[in-house]
């Protein structure tokens, strides 16, 4: 077995204090170089003013638009090393649960941000540890504080509404009731939906996805249900709503109070919450917004 | 002939048992679920069938439901005891040919891709997982006929293990090209559900069912004599080519309906052949028919488990299988050999 020489106590100090001096200068300078592969934390950062440190990003960022120029190193379950290593980032931000990826981060000495998807206001958290993690505080606290004052400007609006009962729906097998993935009581679509001025139907649920079976859409007899796609292309969506029809004795089905709401905000929980949150309001209490 | 009387004995014996199970489950599964319904309000004319919230749960939610176990059950198990007797191998199971991979594979790239609009009523999934099936089945069969006198079962074997590797292969290449959602979505259905919603699936799964039933209805003489080699089999005048034709689509069209229908469900189409030959013995008179009142059974237990037992949102019924027929067949074994 190899033994390491102790180092002389002179030599430690130097290094103590080395090391200290570049922990100090990391404070104070901005992170240049991110890589970024979780979409939500991708726009956070575009949003942030903080784009043109960003070098790579994952497999399925797509907004904003300035994505598109940047090389892909993989995402939550194929990140690639090597690429992302070869790219000398200053910061990786990842999600929490990729712990290979920490690991091999952390054997090669590139620091990392592990972020992990929770409630609507772990967003606005998110945005100001992440941009103080950067060096941008100042624009992300701004950044923070408007979406938090949006969020609330919404809550205001519906404030003294009556909140139907809704179910949120972000997935079913298409032209039938099978295999419906609907929101629960906990995670930012649930958030989202109590700040638009619905009750969820699923909220006693504590689970973020909840694969629903037709007696118990039945049972929890939604007002209103609402139907979140964000696949692009889906031209189909709209009529493909015909298939609730079968499950005629649903408030929501018997007073055609199903929607369909079409956006890619929808699945990120990031700064486009706000216009995600907008959107479920104005279809739940029309009423509210029209002046 | 007092064999063939007892023979017949035990087959009335064998039927009414399963059956009397059978028929108990399909009656009382419907009535039992998360929401309280009365019977009285179900079959309530009076009430509008739109408004009628306890026949909706009834006639929407669980009697198709019900249906699907069961014939999905069935057709499993009974895929199951053609397989394992042609192919010599008591771990054959459906899916050993790589049907069932073929079907999920057919059901992920439609997934996948968003080819999945309806047509006529039927989505487009279990079209696909079907024609899956159909793709892995042509490439066994074409295999079979290859050879002049009859299958080797250990080629069929290895060729469905080959077969299965590829299409799961396949199948994780198309999840990496997929958004992250579409994965969720395609996990979700490899999980298997029986909540099909409408009639249409059921009857339209029945179809081919029944026919291949009926083909393999046919053959447990063959059965019997192929389980002990197909050179015996042949000394006793079977046409062993013909017959393993017969069987090998016929469990095949059995396969590819009960996935397309409920989504690769596993275990009970390697098990439930199992624990009922330990009940009836070996000869497939008593095997089949049991195996496929059982099998049916069997899953309409298992989708009851599953729906009532863990909270609201219920369990994927292809864990319970394993859940809750793992430990069952175990007892069983020691049973014996105790």
Same mark, same amino acid.
């Not at chain 1, 003013?49 to 892909?72: K, Q």
């Not at chain 1, 938090?148 to 009962?165: C, F, G, M, T, Y």
């Not at chain 1, 649920?205 to 694969?211: E, G, M, R």
């Given at each position: 077995?190899?033994?390491?020489?102790?180092?002389?106590?002179?030599?430690?100090?130097?290094?103590?204090?080395?090391?200290?001096?570049?922990?100090?200068?990391?404070?104070?300078?901005?992170?240049?170089?991110?890589?970024?592969?979780?979409?939500?934390?991708?726009?956070?950062?575009?949003?942030?003013?903080?784009?043109?440190?960003?070098?790579?990003?994952?497999?399925?960022?797509?907004?904003?638009?300035?994505?598109?120029?940047?090389?892909?190193?993989?995402?939550?379950?194929?990140?690639?090393?090597?690429?992302?290593?070869?790219?000398?980032?200053?910061?990786?931000?990842?999600?929490?649960?990729?712990?290979?990826?920490?690991?091999?981060?952390?054997?090669?000495?590139?620091?990392?941000?592990?972020?992990?998807?929770?409630?609507?206001?772990?967003?606005?958290?998110?945005?100001?540890?992440?941009?103080?993690?950067?060096?941008?505080?100042?624009?992300?606290?701004?950044?923070?504080?408007?979406?938090?004052?949006?969020?609330?400007?919404?809550?205001?609006?519906?404030?003294?509404?009556?909140?139907?009962?809704?179910?949120?729906?972000?997935?079913?097998?298409?032209?039938?009731?099978?295999?419906?993935?609907?929101?629960?009581?906990?995670?930012?679509?649930?958030?989202?939906?109590?700040?638009?001025?619905?009750?969820?139907?699923?909220?006693?649920?504590?689970?973020?996805?909840?694969?629903?079976?037709?007696?118990?859409?039945?049972?929890?007899?939604?007002?209103?249900?609402?139907?979140?796609?964000?696949?692009?292309?889906?031209?189909?969506?709209?009529?493909?709503?015909?298939?609730?029809?079968?499950?005629?004795?649903?408030?929501?089905?018997?007073?055609?109070?199903?929607?369909?709401?079409?956006?890619?905000?929808?699945?990120?929980?990031?700064?486009?919450?706000?216009?995600?949150?907008?959107?479920?309001?104005?279809?739940?209490?029309?009423?509210?917004?029209?002046? | 002939?007092?064999?063939?009387?007892?023979?017949?004995?035990?087959?009335?014996?064998?039927?009414?048992?399963?059956?009397?199970?059978?028929?108990?489950?399909?009656?009382?599964?419907?009535?039992?679920?998360?929401?309280?319904?009365?019977?009285?309000?179900?079959?309530?004319?009076?009430?509008?069938?739109?408004?009628?919230?306890?026949?909706?749960?009834?006639?929407?939610?669980?009697?198709?439901?019900?249906?699907?176990?069961?014939?999905?059950?069935?057709?499993?198990?009974?895929?199951?005891?053609?397989?394992?007797?042609?192919?010599?191998?008591?771990?054959?199971?459906?899916?050993?040919?790589?049907?069932?991979?073929? &079907?999920? +594979?057919? #059901?992920?790239?439609?997934?996948?891709?968003? *080819? @999945?609009?309806?047509? $006529? /009523?039927?989505? %487009?999934?279990?079209?696909?997982?079907?024609?899956?099936?159909?793709?892995?089945?042509?490439?066994?069969?074409?295999?079979?006929?290859?050879?002049?006198?009859?299958?080797?079962?250990?080629?069929?074997?290895?060729?469905?293990?080959?077969?299965?590797?590829?299409?799961?292969?396949?199948?994780?290449?198309?999840?990496?090209?997929?958004?992250?959602?579409?994965?969720?979505?395609?996990?979700?259905?490899?999980?298997?559900?029986?909540?099909?919603?409408?009639?249409?699936?059921?009857?339209?799964?029945?179809?081919?069912?029944? &026919?291949? +039933?009926? #083909?393999?209805?046919?053959?447990?003489?063959? *059965? @019997?004599?192929?389980? $002990? /080699?197909?050179? %015996?089999?042949?000394?006793?005048?079977?046409?062993?080519?013909?017959?393993?034709?017969?069987?090998?689509?016929?469990?095949?069209?059995?396969?590819?309906?009960?996935?397309?229908?409920?989504?690769?469900?596993?275990?009970?189409?390697?098990?439930?052949?199992?624990?009922?030959?330990?009940?009836?013995?070996?000869?497939?008179?008593?095997?089949?028919?049991?195996?496929?009142?059982?099998?049916?059974?069997?899953?309409?237990?298992?989708?009851?488990?599953?729906?009532?037992?863990?909270?609201?949102?219920?369990?994927?019924?292809? &864990?319970?299988?394993?859940?809750?027929?793992?430990?069952?067949?175990?007892?069983?074994?020691?049973?014996?050999?105790?």
């Amino acid at each position: 077995m190899a033994v390491v020489p102790p180092i002389p106590l002179t030599r430690r100090l130097a290094l103590a204090a080395a090391l200290a001096l570049c922990a100090v200068a990391s404070i104070g300078a901005e992170t240049r170089r991110v890589v970024s592969i979780i979409p939500a934390t991708t726009e956070m950062l575009f949003a942030m003013g903080a784009g043109d440190r960003v070098v790579a990003v994952g497999s399925y960022d797509r907004f904003p638009p300035e994505v598109d120029r940047l090389p892909r190193v993989g995402a939550l379950l194929d990140p690639n090393v090597e690429r992302i290593l070869s790219l000398k980032p200053g910061l990786v931000v990842l999600y929490g649960t990729q712990t290979d990826l920490r690991a091999q981060l952390e054997r090669a000495g590139v620091p990392y941000y592990a972020y992990v998807h929770r409630g609507l206001p772990d967003i606005t958290q998110t945005i100001r540890s992440l941009g103080a993690r950067v060096g941008v505080d100042a624009s992300a606290n701004a950044l923070a504080d408007r979406i938090e004052r949006q969020l609330s400007n919404i809550r205001a609006r519906v404030a003294d509404r009556r909140r139907p009962k809704t179910l949120l729906v972000f997935g079913r097998e298409p032209g039938t009731l099978r295999n419906i993935e609907a929101s629960g009581g906990v995670g930012f679509l649930h958030d989202m939906l109590e700040t638009a001025g619905g009750d969820d139907v699923l909220a006693d649920v504590k689970q973020q996805a909840v694969t629903m079976s037709t007696e118990l859409v039945l049972a929890r007899a939604p007002e209103v249900i609402v139907e979140l796609r964000y696949a692009r292309g889906d031209a189909a969506a709209a009529s493909d709503l015909r298939a609730w029809g079968a499950l005629a004795s649903v408030p929501a089905v018997r007073n055609h109070k199903v929607f369909l709401l079409q956006g890619e905000e929808f699945v990120v929980p990031g700064p486009r919450v706000v216009a995600a949150t907008e959107r479920l309001a104005r279809t739940l209490h029309p009423e509210a917004f029209a002046r | 002939m007092p064999e063939r009387n007892e023979l017949r004995r035990r087959i009335v014996a064998t039927v009414a048992g399963f059956g009397a199970l059978a028929a108990a489950a399909c009656i009382l599964a419907p009535l039992v679920g998360t929401t309280p319904i009365a019977l009285s309000r179900v079959f309530d004319r009076s009430i509008p069938f739109a408004d009628n919230v306890d026949a909706q749960v009834f006639f929407i939610a669980r009697l198709p439901r019900v249906l699907a176990a069961v014939l999905v059950g069935s057709s499993l198990a009974v895929a199951g005891v053609v397989f394992q007797a042609f192919l010599r191998n008591p771990l054959a199971s459906p899916d050993t040919l790589g049907l069932s991979t073929g &079907a999920t +594979l057919g #059901a992920v790239i439609v997934i996948t891709f968003h *080819l @999945d609009t309806a047509i $006529l /009523g039927v989505s %487009a999934v279990p079209v696909a997982s079907f024609a899956g099936s159909a793709i892995a089945l042509a490439i066994v069969y074409a295999m079979s006929v290859a050879r002049r006198h009859g299958t080797s079962s250990t080629v069929l074997l290895l060729a469905g293990v080959a077969l299965s590797a590829f299409f799961g292969a396949l199948n994780r290449l198309v999840q990496v090209v997929g958004d992250f959602t579409d994965t969720f979505r395609a996990i979700r259905w490899m999980m298997g559900s029986l909540d099909v919603g409408s009639y249409t699936d059921v009857v339209v799964a029945l179809v081919p069912m029944s &026919a291949a +039933l009926a #083909a393999i209805a046919a053959l447990p003489r063959v *059965l @019997d004599l192929v389980s $002990l /080699g197909a050179a %015996a089999a042949e000394s006793r005048g079977v046409d062993v080519k013909r017959a393993e034709r017969v069987a090998l689509v016929s469990a095949s069209v059995l396969t590819g309906s009960a996935v397309s229908l409920g989504g690769p469900i596993p275990f009970v189409g390697i098990i439930v052949p199992h624990i009922v030959r330990l009940i009836v013995g070996p000869d497939h008179r008593l095997v089949l028919p049991a195996a496929a009142l059982f099998g049916g059974s069997f899953l309409i237990v298992c989708d009851l488990i599953a729906r009532v037992a863990f909270g609201p949102a219920g369990m994927p019924v292809g &864990a319970v299988t394993a859940l809750l027929g793992g430990p069952f067949f175990l007892w069983l074994l020691f049973r014996r050999f105790r």
